[in-house]
């Protein structure tokens, strides 16, 4: 089945301000849609970030990876991902070339749902499950209260677990708001701590012995993903479990992690890592190496994919939302999320909700 045609379209989204420590003050979402047609049927892709570095994305795609693509093999999908890895080896290995790289490779599977009739959890030789869903705000700069009532609409949602972000510039802030919000929800909720390399790491490790006390489902990215040796000596030294991996850009990152022994929960993200094919690879090192794995936003890819692992503990369920741009959200039942029985990704954008915010 050759790839006729590859086609983008580039948005920003508006966002209720809100931010964290790595990345500051969040307020536009850039959604880059990519339609790739073969032989009469359609593969729906999409790739993002947040507020810089989409239209270079689209760039890449447009004027470098769909005429690579097009006119080849749509169902050798794995031959299509190692020959884009390989063509933008020298500029690529991450960053932006894996969030492009990501765009064409979910319409590809996609496509490939559509022609088999399958829905992505089988097409990854996977059985439907439901996964817990966990609430996660991008909340650092919300004051202490506004913080306590996410909460508790998580815990209304009937949620199991909720994140929060620390880092703030005054440590002892981030104690107590942890604190506040384990009173909050007692010990039958999951809490999760995420400072988003904020922290070097002495000060990560110094700041997670403080944390432990409150008893964290995990702590999420600490320090820098570059540092791996000191994500390792977390692992031994803390009594809490270190998550990393939506910063992880390959499937090569993953494994070094998981040979490193630097990492306990391993958190896919389909568009960040490199794409579905790059995130089946990480699950597979988490199951070689008997590790928990959870998500990275893309709600709607990873209740698919996670599927596919032995030891799935949970679905972030994100701020970033892209609910009121979807011609159906995912659900949320009893805390916990299925995959959709709609053949492909079964994730369809609404053009009409989307076109107001078309920018390229």
């Avoid at 920003?12 to 880059?32: C, F, S, V």
């Avoid at 896919?268 to 094919?277: A, E, F, H, S, V």
């Avoid at 008997?290 to 709600?299: A, E, F, N, R, V």
């Avoid at 701020?319 to 995912?330: C, K, R, S, T, W």
Wanted: glycine share 12%; aromatic share 8%.
């Amino acid at each position: 089945m050759k790839i006729e045609s590859v086609e983008t379209a580039y948005y920003r989204l508006p966002l209720e301000p809100m931010g964290d420590a790595g990345h500051g003050a969040i307020d536009t979402e850039e959604l880059i849609t990519l339609t790739l047609r073969a032989e009469g049927l359609t593969g729906h892709g999409y790739t993002y970030t947040i507020g810089r570095g989409g239209r270079a994305i689209k760039a890449l795609i447009d004027h470098d990876l769909a005429p690579l693509v097009e006119g080849r093999d749509a169902d050798d999908i794995e031959g299509l991902w190692d020959l884009i890895w390989g063509r933008l080896l020298y500029v690529g290995r991450g960053g932006l070339a894996s969030f492009a790289i990501a765009a064409v490779d979910v319409a590809l599977w996609d496509l490939r749902g559509e022609r088999e009739g399958k829905p992505l959890y089988a097409l990854v030789g996977a059985e439907p499950r439901e996964i817990p869903a966990y609430g996660s705000g991008v909340d650092l700069p919300k004051p202490l209260g506004a913080l306590l009532a996410q909460v508790e609409g998580f815990m209304e949602r009937g949620l199991p677990g909720v994140k929060v972000k620390i880092g703030r510039p005054d440590f002892e802030e981030d104690v107590r708001r942890v604190g506040a919000v384990r009173e909050l929800v007692g010990d039958g909720v999951d809490l999760m701590l995420d400072a988003n390399m904020v922290w070097g790491a002495d000060e990560a490790l110094e700041h997670g012995r403080r944390l432990e006390r409150f008893d964290p489902f995990w702590y999420e990215e600490p320090t820098i993903p570059e540092d791996v040796p000191a994500h390792a000596r977390m692992v031994r030294e803390l009594g809490m479990p270190i998550a990393v991996g939506e910063s992880l850009h390959s499937p090569y990152e993953f494994q070094r992690y998981a040979d490193e022994g630097a990492v306990e929960v391993l958190q896919i993200d389909p568009i960040t890592n490199g794409g579905i094919t790059a995130s089946l690879k990480a699950l597979r090192t988490a199951d070689e190496a008997g590790l928990q794995t959870s998500s990275h936003y893309t709600d709607e890819l990873s209740a698919h994919l996670l599927c596919a692992s032995n030891r799935p503990v949970y679905l972030e369920k994100h701020a970033f939302a892209l609910d009121p741009y979807l011609q159906e959200p995912q659900r949320v039942e009893n805390g916990h999320v299925r995959p959709t029985e709609t053949p492909g990704t079964g994730l369809r954008f609404d053009e009409s909700a989307l076109e107001p915010h078309r920018a390229g």
